[in-house]
């Protein structure tokens, strides 16, 4: 590692002099090439802040590539320099001013301009006063000095002073205001360097919603459509419970298209609601066609079906069946190493019945069955389950509480002989739920999104947490906690970094009591982990015993296992970031994402760091589409921990009964030796959508 560091280290000047080599340096019209345009001084202000509010651009490419070729006219520059100094005086630097300008050239005659600056110091706000406020409670007053984004002691800027009169709008509005204005005056004290902003205030009457007018509706009755927003007459104005009621009849699912506003308002402070509708079919299909492919599984291909019948019985009772069929082919499918005996046939079957509103406006009733067969590269089961509960959504809130029960059967495990591992109280993965197993439970979920995009977002924040607590008839006695948050944020224009946190923890009666692996934590695979395979991080079972005359180290006494199977953990962490970066300047709609994933599965909920977290850097190709980026990862194990598979009673290749002791499993494992699995370091995954 060091000598290719040392290597990339000499070979750093070539590669300057190649970029300096591949500049243009013709002159155009007399006007010399500009190489580059240098800030000094600018301590407050980035040089690239200020380079985006001027005109003059330098020659920009990448390396020995392309160069777009631009050109230096001192009496444009001239114009620049003003709006460096404007720039400065708009952010409170009102004693700044160019102090130098020098031009450079080079022995090809192309310029660099060096551009020195001298800052001063910057006003700071010194008091804040409202006026034409007498309409509003001291609480109301407070609560909107609290909301805004200046207050005294803050240095001053031109473009936060703008956006807090935008603000302190809104914040009238919301409490009924329909109508209010506002305007400001700054008195700037430039040789204190202070700043006296006054905001003032022109609310207007305070209004109460009146009549709720809908149109476009032929199938849907309009007094559903009115309970559904929420709204009253004669309660109070505000553009939230606008935009809720919005929310709130496009969540009906009868509408392809909802808009709420209101009707023009009047000098009497009422403030009637207009919503416009346009009503979906009442029945529609939907067929998709998809696949993902991992290290050691792929599904292709992965149909999906969707039907949706969106007046059942009458009334705006939903009925949405889906079905996603695939073939999992473990470990891939060609020829020399496709297992048919452990590939097959996966699916997930659906059928939801909504009622919405049930007894308030946003609160539905949710009735849902499931059928899923779910072939993973070491195991295979089945499951049916039946859901009932309510959910409520209100903004980017959505609370959730449902009673689950889960019957699971036809597990399996590739290469262990289940029955004799239950004999002798082996892994989770198989005593726990032998044959069958019940599982019944409630969840209450809560989510939190403040997303600008689902599908791709470019800032915002996501939090969630599931909380289970099974109950009787079931096989399990667990609480589990799952709680998931993630941020976003632009770094520039052409970039977005995005970061999530999770916490998995199942919490057993006992340290050893029984836990459905279904519930269990798996990580590693397109969206977690994406150094290891498809649910291959954590706890592990050794399976396949070798061969005393074939592999070295292997003798009748010590069969140890060749490969593995991952049982999933009661406790997991995960920590992620990546930087979304647009590269349309190599390929439209071409995306490159460095990444970052650190995680840990293990047994003990109250220690989910036990051992540290295993790291895994990464490279991935987005290409965006319409309905998301299609994603290719890579990620390189480069922190990876020792894992001891357990051993157990299995059958070798030629039917005979053996025991296999514990067996390491491990990146640093050499191939063809008993005792030790070797884990790839490198790990790839290619599907549709984000990772998170």
């Not at 597990?411 to 019944?440: E, F, H, W, Y």
């Not at 995005?498 to 009666?509: D, H, I, N, Q, S």
């Not at 390491?664 to 884990?679: H, N």
Request: glycine fraction near 10%.
């Amino acid at each position: 590692m060091r000598s290719r560091f040392v290597a990339f280290a000499r070979a750093l000047p070539a590669l300057a002099l190649l970029a300096a080599c591949a500049t243009p340096y013709e002159p155009f019209e007399g006007h010399p090439v500009l190489a580059a345009i240098q800030f000094q001084g600018n301590h407050s202000i980035s040089s690239g802040e200020l380079l985006n509010h001027i005109a003059t651009a330098p020659t920009s490419g990448f390396l020995f590539f392309s160069k777009t070729a631009r050109y230096y006219d001192a009496d444009l520059f001239a114009l620049d320099l003003k709006r460096v100094e404007r720039w400065y005086n708009q952010k409170g630097f009102y004693e700044a001013k160019v102090k130098d300008v020098q031009e450079l050239r080079d022995d090809k005659g192309r310029v660099t301009v060096v551009v020195t600056v001298e800052e001063g110091r910057r006003a700071v706000v010194r008091k804040m006063d409202f006026e034409g406020v007498e309409a509003l409670s001291r609480d109301e007053i407070s609560d909107i000095d609290d909301a805004l984004p200046v207050h005294p002691g803050d240095g001053f800027d031109e473009d936060v002073y703008d956006k807090a009169k935008d603000v302190l709008v809104q914040q009238l509005r919301e409490r009924g205001f329909a109508r209010a204005q506002v305007r400001g005056r700054v008195e700037v004290a430039p040789e204190e360097g202070t700043a006296h902003i006054v905001f003032q205030v022109d609310p207007g009457p305070r209004y109460s919603f009146g009549d709720v007018n809908v149109s476009g509706n032929t199938r849907v009755p309009t007094d559903a459509i009115t309970h559904a927003t929420g709204i009253d007459h004669g309660d109070r104005y505000s553009p939230q419970a606008i935009a809720l009621a919005q929310q709130r009849v496009y969540n009906l699912g009868v509408f392809s298209g909802v808009r709420v506003g209101l009707e023009p308002l009047t000098e009497t402070p009422v403030a009637d609601v207009r919503i416009n509708v346009r009503e979906a079919p009442v029945r529609t299909i939907r067929l998709g066609l998809g696949g993902s492919a991992e290290e050691a599984r792929w599904e292709l291909p992965r149909v999906r079906a969707e039907y949706t019948h969106r007046s059942l019985f009458g009334g705006l009772r939903r009925l949405e069946v889906a079905s996603t069929v695939g073939y999992a082919f473990v470990p891939n499918p060609f020829p020399g190493q496709y297992d048919p005996s452990h590939s097959g046939i996966t699916t997930l079957t659906s059928a939801q019945l909504t009622n919405p509103n049930v007894f308030v406006p946003g609160l539905d009733w949710v009735v849902r069955g499931e059928f899923a067969r779910q072939i993973q590269s070491g195991f295979s089961y089945d499951d049916v389950a039946a859901r009932a509960g309510l959910l409520y959504r209100r903004g980017p809130h959505t609370v959730g509480l449902s009673l689950n029960f889960v019957r699971n059967f036809h597990g399996d495990v590739r290469g262990v002989n289940i029955s004799q591992i239950i004999q002798a109280g082996g892994s989770p993965l198989v005593s726990d739920c032998p044959v069958a197993c019940t599982l019944t439970y409630p969840e209450l979920r809560y989510s939190y999104d403040a997303r600008d995009n689902v599908i791709e977002p470019t800032q915002g924040f996501f939090g969630s947490v599931g909380i289970q607590q099974t109950l009787k008839p079931g096989s399990f006695s667990y609480f589990r906690i799952n709680p998931d948050v993630r941020a976003y944020a632009p770094l520039g224009r052409l970039a977005v970094l995005a970061v999530r946190a999770e916490y998995g923890g199942l919490f057993t009666e006992t340290t050893t009591g029984n836990s459905p692996f279904t519930q269990r934590f798996f990580f590693g695979g397109q969206n977690e982990q994406r150094g290891y395979g498809a649910l291959s991080q954590g706890p592990k079972v050794g399976i396949n015993p070798c061969d005393p005359t074939k592999t070295p180290g292997c003798t009748a006494a010590q069969r140890y296992a060749t490969d593995d199977v991952t049982i999933g953990g009661k406790a997991a962490a995960l920590i992620s970031a990546e930087i979304r970066i647009h590269t349309d300047f190599i390929l439209n709609h071409l995306g490159v994402v460095p990444f970052l994933d650190a995680s840990n599965v293990g047994d003990d909920p109250k220690r989910p760091f036990e051992g540290g977290l295993e790291v895994a850097p990464g490279l991935g190709l987005r290409y965006l589409t319409p309905f998301g980026p299609i994603r290719l990862d890579v990620a390189y194990l480069l922190r990876a921990k020792d894992v001891f598979a357990k051993g157990g009673p299995a059958i070798d290749s030629t039917g005979a009964q053996v025991t296999m002791p514990d067996t390491r499993v491990s990146v640093r494992c050499s191939g063809g030796t008993a005792g030790c699995i070797p884990v790839s370091r490198f790990a790839f995954h290619i599907t549709l959508g984000e990772a998170f």
